[in-house]
């Protein structure tokens, strides 16, 4: 089964709100992380968001403190977790591609920069931003 699969993006204005989702396929056993990553064209890949699936540590990209909030919920009796970026106040440097990748908590459970995870990524979804 692949691990995980994208849902979400698209175009939005400046001020809007915007959801990005992660369907995360495994048990939600607090061993992985699950985040997005992104890259503008012309830009550096960077990473936005990630938190422990099935856990609490959570990171964000100072930029997007305050606008981004990641949530979860675990279905189908542990085995699939749906992580959601929930993306308020967008602004026009928040677009570009979104990936949503896996990877490895460090010590203590702690999920860090997202541009750390490559156990797994996805195709990535387009998000536009007019102003």
């Known amino acids: 089964q692949v691990p995980l699969a994208e849902s979400g993006g698209g175009s939005v204005e400046a001020g809007g709100s915007l959801q990005l989702s992660c369907d995360v396929f495994?048990?939600?056993?607090?061993?992985?992380?699950a985040g997005w990553w992104r890259q503008a064209p012309g830009k550096v890949r960077e990473g936005v968001a990630g938190?422990?699936?099935?856990?609490?540590?959570?990171?964000?990209?100072?930029s997007v403190k305050g606008r981004f909030t990641l949530s979860q919920d675990t279905q189908d009796s542990r085995r699939k977790t749906t992580v959601h970026l929930q993306m308020d106040n967008v602004k026009p440097e928040d677009a570009g591609r979104y990936t949503c990748?896996?990877?490895?908590?460090?010590?203590?459970?702690?999920?860090?920069?997202?541009?750390?995870?490559?156990?797994?990524w996805g195709q990535g979804t387009q998000i536009t931003v007019s102003s």
């Open positions: 495994g048990n939600s056993d607090s061993t992985k992380c």
């Open positions: 990748a896996l990877g490895r908590p460090g010590p203590g459970g702690v999920c860090g920069d997202p541009y750390t995870y490559l156990d797994v």
């Open positions: 938190i422990l699936v099935g856990g609490e540590s959570t990171w964000y990209l100072d």
